[in-house]
Protein backbone atom coordinates (compact mmCIF):
# COMPACT_ATOMS: atom_id res chain seq x y z
CA UNK A 1 0.00 0.00 0.00
CA UNK A 2 1.34 3.63 -1.16
CA UNK A 3 0.84 5.91 1.47
CA UNK A 4 0.51 9.08 -0.57
CA UNK A 5 -1.96 6.95 -3.12
CA UNK A 6 -5.56 7.45 -3.43
CA UNK A 7 -7.68 4.12 -3.26
CA UNK A 8 -8.07 2.69 -7.13
CA UNK A 9 -11.04 3.75 -8.70
CA UNK A 10 -12.59 2.48 -12.10
CA UNK A 11 -14.41 5.30 -14.11
CA UNK A 12 -18.19 4.41 -15.44
CA UNK A 13 -16.96 2.45 -18.30
CA UNK A 14 -15.11 0.51 -16.13
CA UNK A 15 -11.59 1.62 -17.66
CA UNK A 16 -9.29 2.38 -14.86
CA UNK A 17 -8.41 6.49 -14.45
CA UNK A 18 -4.96 6.34 -15.99
CA UNK A 19 -5.05 6.27 -19.90
CA UNK A 20 -1.40 6.40 -21.12
CA UNK A 21 -1.91 7.62 -24.66
CA UNK A 22 -3.56 11.04 -23.54
CA UNK A 23 -1.73 11.33 -20.29
CA UNK A 24 0.81 14.56 -20.66
CA UNK A 25 0.92 16.12 -16.99
CA UNK A 26 1.69 20.05 -17.85
CA UNK A 27 4.82 19.97 -15.21
CA UNK A 28 6.67 17.15 -17.18
CA UNK A 29 9.55 18.70 -19.06
CA UNK A 30 9.74 17.31 -22.86
CA UNK A 31 12.86 15.90 -22.31
CA UNK A 32 15.36 14.24 -19.63
CA UNK A 33 17.92 15.85 -17.41
CA UNK A 34 21.41 16.05 -19.46
CA UNK A 35 23.22 12.80 -18.90
CA UNK A 36 20.38 10.83 -18.40
CA UNK A 37 21.22 7.36 -18.95
CA UNK A 38 19.83 5.22 -21.87
CA UNK A 39 20.04 1.57 -21.82
CA UNK A 40 18.96 -2.30 -22.19
CA UNK A 41 19.64 -5.02 -20.09
CA UNK A 42 19.60 -8.84 -20.35
CA UNK A 43 21.05 -11.32 -18.11
CA UNK A 44 23.37 -14.22 -19.01
CA UNK A 45 21.78 -17.37 -18.46
CA UNK A 46 18.90 -16.03 -20.56
CA UNK A 47 20.77 -15.07 -23.86
CA UNK A 48 23.93 -16.44 -23.77
CA UNK A 49 23.38 -20.66 -24.32
CA UNK A 50 26.28 -23.04 -24.43
CA UNK A 51 26.07 -23.04 -20.58
CA UNK A 52 28.56 -25.62 -20.39
CA UNK A 53 31.25 -24.14 -22.78
CA UNK A 54 34.75 -23.56 -22.52
CA UNK A 55 35.00 -24.95 -18.75
CA UNK A 56 32.01 -23.33 -17.35
CA UNK A 57 30.16 -25.28 -14.20
CA UNK A 58 26.86 -26.04 -14.75
CA UNK A 59 24.69 -23.46 -12.57
CA UNK A 60 20.94 -24.42 -10.87
CA UNK A 61 19.62 -22.83 -14.18
CA UNK A 62 20.94 -25.49 -16.27
CA UNK A 63 19.91 -28.55 -13.52
CA UNK A 64 16.23 -26.95 -13.32
CA UNK A 65 15.65 -26.84 -17.26
CA UNK A 66 17.01 -30.32 -17.59
CA UNK A 67 14.63 -31.79 -14.99
CA UNK A 68 10.90 -33.26 -15.90
CA UNK A 69 8.66 -30.89 -15.87
CA UNK A 70 10.39 -27.40 -14.82
CA UNK A 71 9.79 -25.34 -17.92
CA UNK A 72 7.20 -24.64 -20.85
CA UNK A 73 7.08 -27.38 -22.97
CA UNK A 74 10.65 -28.47 -21.57
CA UNK A 75 12.11 -25.80 -23.00
CA UNK A 76 16.32 -24.44 -22.27
CA UNK A 77 18.38 -22.27 -22.66
CA UNK A 78 21.58 -24.12 -24.18
CA UNK A 79 21.01 -22.43 -27.42
CA UNK A 80 19.17 -19.57 -26.29
CA UNK A 81 19.85 -16.42 -28.32
CA UNK A 82 23.37 -18.35 -28.73
CA UNK A 83 24.84 -15.10 -27.22
CA UNK A 84 27.88 -16.61 -26.37
CA UNK A 85 28.99 -16.94 -29.74
CA UNK A 86 27.49 -14.00 -31.14
CA UNK A 87 28.22 -11.56 -28.54
CA UNK A 88 30.22 -9.12 -31.34
CA UNK A 89 27.49 -8.54 -33.65
CA UNK A 90 25.33 -8.30 -30.90
CA UNK A 91 27.38 -5.68 -29.62
CA UNK A 92 26.54 -4.06 -33.07
CA UNK A 93 23.13 -4.15 -32.95
CA UNK A 94 23.55 -2.26 -29.77
CA UNK A 95 25.23 0.61 -31.27
CA UNK A 96 22.17 0.49 -33.93
CA UNK A 97 19.66 1.18 -31.48
CA UNK A 98 22.10 4.29 -29.94
CA UNK A 99 22.17 2.20 -26.24
CA UNK A 100 24.70 4.27 -24.03
CA UNK A 101 24.57 1.35 -21.44
CA UNK A 102 23.92 -2.14 -21.36
CA UNK A 103 23.34 -3.99 -18.46
CA UNK A 104 24.38 -7.75 -18.21
CA UNK A 105 25.15 -10.25 -15.33
CA UNK A 106 28.34 -12.31 -15.65
CA UNK A 107 27.55 -16.46 -15.23
CA UNK A 108 29.16 -17.06 -11.97
CA UNK A 109 30.08 -20.46 -12.66
CA UNK A 110 32.07 -19.57 -16.14
CA UNK A 111 34.46 -17.39 -14.24
CA UNK A 112 34.33 -20.27 -10.95
CA UNK A 113 33.48 -23.12 -12.08
CA UNK A 114 32.99 -24.83 -8.82
CA UNK A 115 31.76 -21.80 -7.53
CA UNK A 116 35.21 -20.50 -5.63
CA UNK A 117 38.70 -22.20 -6.12
CA UNK A 118 40.06 -22.09 -9.19
CA UNK A 119 39.36 -19.50 -11.97
CA UNK A 120 38.77 -20.23 -15.16
CA UNK A 121 40.78 -17.69 -17.41
CA UNK A 122 38.63 -18.58 -21.02
CA UNK A 123 35.24 -17.73 -19.09
CA UNK A 124 36.78 -14.23 -17.95
CA UNK A 125 37.65 -13.88 -21.09
CA UNK A 126 34.55 -13.82 -22.85
CA UNK A 127 33.30 -11.15 -20.65
CA UNK A 128 36.75 -9.22 -20.98
CA UNK A 129 35.80 -9.23 -24.42
CA UNK A 130 32.74 -8.11 -24.39
CA UNK A 131 33.25 -4.99 -21.72
CA UNK A 132 36.08 -4.20 -23.82
CA UNK A 133 33.94 -3.89 -26.83
CA UNK A 134 31.40 -2.20 -25.15
CA UNK A 135 33.41 0.47 -24.08
CA UNK A 136 35.36 0.95 -27.43
CA UNK A 137 31.67 1.87 -29.00
CA UNK A 138 30.90 4.21 -25.81
CA UNK A 139 28.71 1.69 -24.61
CA UNK A 140 28.59 1.78 -20.83
CA UNK A 141 28.40 -1.39 -19.07
CA UNK A 142 26.41 -2.09 -16.18
CA UNK A 143 27.41 -5.67 -14.89
CA UNK A 144 25.08 -7.75 -12.01
CA UNK A 145 26.89 -9.85 -10.55
CA UNK A 146 23.69 -12.46 -9.46
CA UNK A 147 21.09 -13.45 -11.84
CA UNK A 148 19.76 -16.32 -10.51
CA UNK A 149 22.53 -18.60 -12.24
CA UNK A 150 23.82 -20.30 -8.89
CA UNK A 151 26.90 -22.42 -9.73
CA UNK A 152 25.28 -26.05 -9.15
CA UNK A 153 28.71 -27.12 -7.55
CA UNK A 154 27.41 -24.91 -4.73
CA UNK A 155 24.18 -25.61 -4.45
CA UNK A 156 25.47 -29.13 -3.90
CA UNK A 157 26.70 -27.34 -0.50
CA UNK A 158 23.52 -25.90 0.37
CA UNK A 159 23.35 -22.83 -1.76
CA UNK A 160 21.83 -20.18 -0.37
CA UNK A 161 20.57 -21.92 2.45
CA UNK A 162 24.52 -22.58 3.60
CA UNK A 163 25.96 -19.48 5.74
CA UNK A 164 29.75 -19.64 3.86
CA UNK A 165 27.66 -18.46 0.92
CA UNK A 166 28.46 -14.67 2.10
CA UNK A 167 32.29 -15.41 1.97
CA UNK A 168 31.45 -17.58 -1.52
CA UNK A 169 29.85 -14.76 -3.11
CA UNK A 170 32.35 -12.21 -2.03
CA UNK A 171 35.50 -14.09 -3.06
CA UNK A 172 33.70 -14.26 -7.01
CA UNK A 173 33.04 -10.36 -6.72
CA UNK A 174 36.68 -9.93 -5.34
CA UNK A 175 37.44 -11.39 -8.88
CA UNK A 176 35.02 -9.66 -11.09
CA UNK A 177 36.25 -6.27 -9.33
CA UNK A 178 39.88 -7.42 -9.96
CA UNK A 179 39.34 -8.03 -13.26
CA UNK A 180 36.94 -5.18 -14.42
CA UNK A 181 36.86 -2.68 -11.54
CA UNK A 182 38.67 0.06 -13.32
CA UNK A 183 36.85 -0.55 -16.18
CA UNK A 184 33.22 -1.02 -15.27
CA UNK A 185 31.39 2.18 -13.53
CA UNK A 186 27.95 0.51 -12.77
CA UNK A 187 28.03 -3.01 -10.80
CA UNK A 188 25.05 -4.29 -9.15
CA UNK A 189 25.49 -7.18 -6.62
CA UNK A 190 21.99 -9.29 -7.00
CA UNK A 191 19.22 -9.05 -9.46
CA UNK A 192 15.99 -9.15 -7.40
CA UNK A 193 16.29 -11.14 -4.51
CA UNK A 194 12.62 -11.35 -4.23
CA UNK A 195 12.00 -13.45 -7.28
CA UNK A 196 15.52 -15.63 -5.86
CA UNK A 197 13.57 -16.51 -3.23
CA UNK A 198 9.87 -16.26 -3.69
CA UNK A 199 10.37 -18.73 -7.28
CA UNK A 200 13.36 -20.43 -5.79
CA UNK A 201 12.89 -21.33 -2.27
CA UNK A 202 9.13 -20.45 -1.37
CA UNK A 203 6.72 -21.79 -4.53
CA UNK A 204 9.79 -23.56 -6.35
CA UNK A 205 8.75 -22.09 -10.01
CA UNK A 206 12.49 -21.18 -10.16
CA UNK A 207 15.56 -22.86 -9.31
CA UNK A 208 16.71 -24.54 -7.48
CA UNK A 209 12.95 -25.58 -6.87
CA UNK A 210 12.36 -25.67 -3.25
CA UNK A 211 8.97 -24.96 -1.91
CA UNK A 212 9.99 -24.96 1.79
CA UNK A 213 8.36 -21.79 4.39
CA UNK A 214 11.43 -22.57 6.48
CA UNK A 215 13.93 -21.88 3.65
CA UNK A 216 12.66 -18.93 2.33
CA UNK A 217 13.78 -16.28 4.87
CA UNK A 218 16.81 -17.85 5.38
CA UNK A 219 18.65 -17.70 1.50
CA UNK A 220 16.92 -14.36 1.86
CA UNK A 221 19.07 -13.63 4.92
CA UNK A 222 22.15 -15.14 3.28
CA UNK A 223 21.37 -13.44 0.25
CA UNK A 224 21.26 -9.58 1.78
CA UNK A 225 24.44 -10.80 3.88
CA UNK A 226 26.31 -11.93 0.76
CA UNK A 227 25.29 -8.37 -1.08
CA UNK A 228 26.22 -6.52 1.92
CA UNK A 229 29.39 -8.31 2.28
CA UNK A 230 30.56 -7.18 -1.61
CA UNK A 231 29.73 -4.15 -1.26
CA UNK A 232 31.94 -4.01 1.71
CA UNK A 233 34.70 -5.61 -0.13
CA UNK A 234 34.33 -3.07 -3.20
CA UNK A 235 34.94 -0.11 -1.00
CA UNK A 236 37.73 -2.32 0.89
CA UNK A 237 39.63 -2.88 -2.32
CA UNK A 238 39.34 1.48 -3.32
CA UNK A 239 37.58 0.95 -6.70
CA UNK A 240 36.53 4.02 -8.34
CA UNK A 241 33.20 3.12 -9.42
CA UNK A 242 29.87 2.63 -7.95
CA UNK A 243 27.99 -0.44 -6.59
CA UNK A 244 24.45 -0.77 -5.88
CA UNK A 245 21.64 -3.46 -5.51
CA UNK A 246 18.80 -4.27 -7.82
CA UNK A 247 15.41 -4.84 -6.90
CA UNK A 248 11.99 -5.47 -8.21
CA UNK A 249 9.00 -2.81 -6.78
CA UNK A 250 5.56 -3.01 -7.60
CA UNK A 251 2.84 -0.78 -6.05
CA UNK A 252 -0.04 -2.59 -3.93
CA UNK A 253 -3.36 -1.16 -4.12
CA UNK A 254 -6.43 -3.18 -2.26
CA UNK A 255 -8.93 -4.42 -4.84
CA UNK A 256 -11.58 -3.11 -2.43
CA UNK A 257 -11.87 -1.95 0.61
CA UNK A 258 -13.06 -4.83 2.73
CA UNK A 259 -11.15 -5.08 6.20
CA UNK A 260 -9.37 -8.55 4.35
CA UNK A 261 -8.53 -7.10 0.98
CA UNK A 262 -6.69 -4.27 3.05
CA UNK A 263 -5.00 -6.72 5.00
CA UNK A 264 -3.84 -8.57 2.47
CA UNK A 265 -2.93 -5.52 0.65
CA UNK A 266 -0.37 -4.25 3.88
CA UNK A 267 0.84 -8.04 3.78
CA UNK A 268 1.98 -7.87 0.33
CA UNK A 269 3.53 -4.87 0.35
CA UNK A 270 5.36 -5.28 3.47
CA UNK A 271 6.67 -9.14 1.97
CA UNK A 272 7.54 -7.53 -1.88
CA UNK A 273 8.71 -4.04 -1.04
CA UNK A 274 9.92 -3.85 1.71
CA UNK A 275 11.32 -6.89 2.87
CA UNK A 276 14.74 -6.61 0.96
CA UNK A 277 15.43 -2.68 1.37
CA UNK A 278 14.47 -2.02 4.89
CA UNK A 279 17.35 -4.28 5.66
CA UNK A 280 19.73 -2.19 3.68
CA UNK A 281 18.30 0.93 4.29
CA UNK A 282 17.56 0.87 8.16
CA UNK A 283 19.65 -2.18 9.29
CA UNK A 284 16.00 -4.23 10.09
CA UNK A 285 13.44 -6.29 9.11
CA UNK A 286 10.09 -4.46 8.18
CA UNK A 287 7.46 -4.40 11.01
CA UNK A 288 4.82 -7.41 10.03
CA UNK A 289 7.16 -9.39 7.96
CA UNK A 290 7.79 -12.33 11.10
CA UNK A 291 3.60 -12.46 11.78
CA UNK A 292 3.87 -13.12 7.37
CA UNK A 293 6.05 -16.08 7.87
CA UNK A 294 4.70 -17.10 10.92
CA UNK A 295 6.28 -20.40 12.22
CA UNK A 296 9.06 -20.14 9.33
CA UNK A 297 10.37 -17.21 10.32
CA UNK A 298 13.61 -17.59 12.40
CA UNK A 299 13.71 -14.91 14.81
CA UNK A 300 17.18 -13.39 13.12
CA UNK A 301 18.92 -11.67 15.73
CA UNK A 302 19.01 -7.54 15.23
CA UNK A 303 23.11 -7.64 15.20
CA UNK A 304 22.74 -10.10 12.07
CA UNK A 305 20.19 -8.29 10.41
CA UNK A 306 22.28 -4.84 11.03
CA UNK A 307 24.65 -5.98 8.89
CA UNK A 308 22.87 -6.02 5.70
CA UNK A 309 22.88 -1.63 6.15
CA UNK A 310 25.51 -1.20 4.18
CA UNK A 311 25.75 2.35 1.96
CA UNK A 312 24.89 2.01 -2.05
CA UNK A 313 26.04 3.87 -4.38
CA UNK A 314 22.58 3.78 -6.24
CA UNK A 315 19.46 1.52 -6.49
CA UNK A 316 18.21 -0.20 -9.38
CA UNK A 317 14.76 -0.91 -9.43
CA UNK A 318 12.72 -2.89 -12.17
CA UNK A 319 9.15 -2.05 -12.58
CA UNK A 320 6.69 -4.19 -14.89
CA UNK A 321 3.27 -3.63 -13.22
CA UNK A 322 1.13 -3.10 -9.87
CA UNK A 323 -0.86 -5.18 -8.05
CA UNK A 324 -4.37 -4.70 -6.80
CA UNK A 325 -4.25 -7.31 -4.49
CA UNK A 326 -7.41 -9.31 -2.44
CA UNK A 327 -6.93 -11.36 -0.08
CA UNK A 328 -6.61 -15.46 -1.09
CA UNK A 329 -6.31 -17.86 2.00
CA UNK A 330 -5.16 -20.39 -0.44
CA UNK A 331 -2.11 -19.16 -1.09
CA UNK A 332 0.60 -18.80 2.28
CA UNK A 333 1.91 -17.27 3.71
CA UNK A 334 0.95 -14.44 2.42
CA UNK A 335 -2.46 -14.53 1.18
CA UNK A 336 -2.67 -12.56 -1.49
CA UNK A 337 -4.65 -12.72 -5.26
CA UNK A 338 -3.80 -10.28 -8.13
CA UNK A 339 -6.31 -9.20 -10.17
CA UNK A 340 -6.36 -7.09 -13.12
CA UNK A 341 -9.13 -4.97 -14.11
CA UNK A 342 -11.68 -4.81 -16.67
CA UNK A 343 -10.11 -2.99 -19.98
CA UNK A 344 -6.60 -3.12 -18.62
CA UNK A 345 -3.88 -4.11 -21.19
CA UNK A 346 -2.57 -6.63 -20.53
CA UNK A 347 1.04 -8.43 -21.31
CA UNK A 348 1.03 -12.36 -21.99
CA UNK A 349 2.65 -12.79 -18.56
CA UNK A 350 -0.71 -11.51 -16.99
CA UNK A 351 0.63 -8.40 -15.95
CA UNK A 352 -1.25 -5.16 -16.37
CA UNK A 353 -0.14 -2.39 -18.08
CA UNK A 354 -0.22 0.52 -15.09
CA UNK A 355 2.49 3.20 -16.25
CA UNK A 356 1.04 5.25 -13.28
CA UNK A 357 2.66 3.13 -10.81
CA UNK A 358 6.43 3.31 -11.49
CA UNK A 359 6.07 7.62 -10.67
CA UNK A 360 4.56 5.65 -7.73
CA UNK A 361 7.07 3.51 -6.71
CA UNK A 362 9.83 6.20 -7.65
CA UNK A 363 8.16 9.06 -5.76
CA UNK A 364 7.55 6.21 -2.59
CA UNK A 365 11.63 4.97 -2.89
CA UNK A 366 12.65 8.28 -2.34
CA UNK A 367 10.22 9.38 0.53
CA UNK A 368 10.99 6.06 2.52
CA UNK A 369 14.19 5.80 2.05
CA UNK A 370 15.87 9.20 0.97
CA UNK A 371 17.96 10.55 -1.79
CA UNK A 372 19.75 7.41 -3.02
CA UNK A 373 20.35 7.92 -7.32
CA UNK A 374 17.99 5.48 -8.45
CA UNK A 375 17.95 3.80 -12.07
CA UNK A 376 15.21 2.33 -13.78
CA UNK A 377 17.24 -1.20 -14.26
CA UNK A 378 15.00 -3.24 -15.95
CA UNK A 379 11.35 -2.23 -17.71
CA UNK A 380 8.74 -3.02 -20.59
CA UNK A 381 6.32 -5.72 -21.97
CA UNK A 382 5.69 -8.93 -23.25
CA UNK A 383 3.35 -9.15 -26.19
CA UNK A 384 2.23 -11.50 -28.76
CA UNK A 385 4.54 -10.20 -31.70
CA UNK A 386 4.35 -11.83 -35.01
CA UNK A 387 6.24 -14.79 -35.17
CA UNK A 388 8.40 -13.76 -38.04
CA UNK A 389 9.05 -10.33 -39.73
CA UNK A 390 6.72 -9.33 -42.71
CA UNK A 391 8.34 -7.14 -45.03
CA UNK A 392 11.15 -7.11 -42.92
CA UNK A 393 9.51 -5.18 -40.05
CA UNK A 394 7.98 -6.22 -36.66
CA UNK A 395 5.21 -4.27 -35.49
CA UNK A 396 4.73 -4.24 -31.86
CA UNK A 397 2.38 -1.56 -31.26
CA UNK A 398 1.82 -2.73 -27.19
CA UNK A 399 5.34 -2.63 -26.38
CA UNK A 400 5.48 1.32 -28.20
CA UNK A 401 2.59 2.17 -26.04
CA UNK A 402 4.21 0.81 -22.63
CA UNK A 403 7.39 2.32 -23.53
CA UNK A 404 5.83 5.42 -24.10
CA UNK A 405 3.58 4.93 -20.60
CA UNK A 406 6.56 4.20 -18.78
CA UNK A 407 8.84 6.82 -20.12
CA UNK A 408 6.16 9.29 -19.06
CA UNK A 409 5.98 8.29 -15.78
CA UNK A 410 9.61 8.49 -15.42
CA UNK A 411 9.70 11.95 -16.33
CA UNK A 412 7.27 12.77 -14.24
CA UNK A 413 8.81 11.31 -11.09
CA UNK A 414 11.56 13.74 -12.16
CA UNK A 415 9.25 16.61 -12.26
CA UNK A 416 8.20 15.63 -8.42
CA UNK A 417 11.88 15.39 -7.14
CA UNK A 418 13.35 11.88 -7.94
CA UNK A 419 16.81 11.64 -8.27
CA UNK A 420 16.48 9.21 -11.09
CA UNK A 421 19.48 8.74 -13.60
CA UNK A 422 19.00 6.40 -16.24
CA UNK A 423 16.64 3.73 -17.74
CA UNK A 424 17.23 0.31 -18.97
CA UNK A 425 14.74 -1.88 -21.20
CA UNK A 426 14.20 -4.99 -20.91
CA UNK A 427 15.27 -6.38 -22.92
CA UNK A 428 17.94 -5.59 -25.55
CA UNK A 429 16.49 -9.01 -27.46
CA UNK A 430 13.92 -11.55 -26.95
CA UNK A 431 15.43 -14.68 -24.78
CA UNK A 432 14.43 -17.28 -22.69
CA UNK A 433 11.67 -16.13 -19.84
CA UNK A 434 12.97 -18.88 -17.34
CA UNK A 435 9.73 -21.71 -16.72
CA UNK A 436 8.13 -19.56 -19.41
CA UNK A 437 10.82 -20.35 -21.59
CA UNK A 438 10.82 -18.91 -24.56
CA UNK A 439 6.44 -18.30 -24.77
CA UNK A 440 6.79 -14.65 -23.47
CA UNK A 441 8.86 -12.25 -26.27
CA UNK A 442 10.18 -8.69 -24.41
CA UNK A 443 13.05 -7.77 -26.83
CA UNK A 444 13.44 -4.29 -28.59
CA UNK A 445 14.41 -6.41 -31.28
CA UNK A 446 13.25 -10.13 -32.25
CA UNK A 447 15.06 -13.08 -32.33
CA UNK A 448 14.06 -15.89 -34.95
CA UNK A 449 15.56 -19.25 -32.72
CA UNK A 450 15.19 -20.93 -35.53
CA UNK A 451 17.63 -19.43 -37.52
CA UNK A 452 19.11 -16.57 -34.90
CA UNK A 453 18.18 -13.99 -37.16
CA UNK A 454 17.45 -10.37 -35.70
CA UNK A 455 15.69 -8.26 -36.04
CA UNK A 456 14.91 -4.49 -34.42
CA UNK A 457 11.26 -4.11 -33.56
CA UNK A 458 9.00 -1.07 -34.27
CA UNK A 459 9.58 -0.65 -30.01
CA UNK A 460 13.40 -0.40 -30.82
CA UNK A 461 13.23 2.17 -33.35
CA UNK A 462 10.97 4.00 -31.04
CA UNK A 463 13.58 3.66 -28.52
CA UNK A 464 15.80 4.50 -30.14
CA UNK A 465 14.29 8.32 -31.11
CA UNK A 466 13.71 8.19 -27.49
CA UNK A 467 17.54 8.39 -26.94
CA UNK A 468 18.43 10.37 -30.05
CA UNK A 469 15.86 13.21 -28.52
CA UNK A 470 16.71 12.78 -25.16
CA UNK A 471 13.07 11.80 -24.44
CA UNK A 472 11.26 14.50 -26.56
CA UNK A 473 10.06 11.40 -29.01
CA UNK A 474 7.76 10.69 -26.30
CA UNK A 475 5.81 13.52 -26.73
C1 LIG B 1 12.55 -9.90 -14.14
C2 LIG B 1 13.87 -10.58 -14.33
C3 LIG B 1 14.30 -10.68 -15.77
C4 LIG B 1 13.14 -10.99 -16.67
C5 LIG B 1 12.02 -10.02 -16.44
C6 LIG B 1 10.84 -10.21 -17.35
O1 LIG B 1 11.94 -10.36 -12.96
O2 LIG B 1 14.88 -9.91 -13.62
O3 LIG B 1 15.32 -11.64 -15.84
O4 LIG B 1 12.74 -12.30 -16.48
O5 LIG B 1 11.58 -10.12 -15.12
Given at each position: ??????????????????????????????????????????????????????????????????????????????LACDHYRRWESDVDLMQALGLQAYRFSIAWGRVLPEGRGRVNGKGLDFYKRLIDRLLERSITPNVTLYHWDLPAALDDRGGWLNPDIEHWFTEYAQVMFHAFGDRVPMWATLNEPW????????????????????????????????????????????????IGLVVNLEPKDPASDSPEDLAATARAHTYFNEQYLDPVFFGRHPEGLARI???????????????????????GINYYTRALTKDDPTRPPVRDARVVPEGATVMTTGWELYPKGLEEVLVWVKERYGDTPLYITENGGAYEDPEAPVDGRIDDPLRVLTYRGNLRACRDAIARGVDLRGFFAW??????????????????VHVDYATQQRTIKASGEFYRDVIRTNGEALG
Amino acid sequence: MFPHRLPWSPNSDGHHEYLPLEWSPMAAASRFPDGFLWGAATSAYQIEGSPLADGSGASIWHRFVHSPGRTFQGQHADLACDHYRRWESDVDLMQALGLQAYRFSIAWGRVLPEGRGRVNGKGLDFYKRLIDRLLERSITPNVTLYHWDLPAALDDRGGWLNPDIEHWFTEYAQVMFHAFGDRVPMWATLNEPWVAVDGGYLHGVNAPGHANLFEAPIAAHHLMLSHASAVRAYRAGGWPHQIGLVVNLEPKDPASDSPEDLAATARAHTYFNEQYLDPVFFGRHPEGLARIYGAGWPDFAASEVARIQEKIDFLGINYYTRALTKDDPTRPPVRDARVVPEGATVMTTGWELYPKGLEEVLVWVKERYGDTPLYITENGGAYEDPEAPVDGRIDDPLRVLTYRGNLRACRDAIARGVDLRGFFAWSFMDNFEWSSGFSKRFGLVHVDYATQQRTIKASGEFYRDVIRTNGEALG
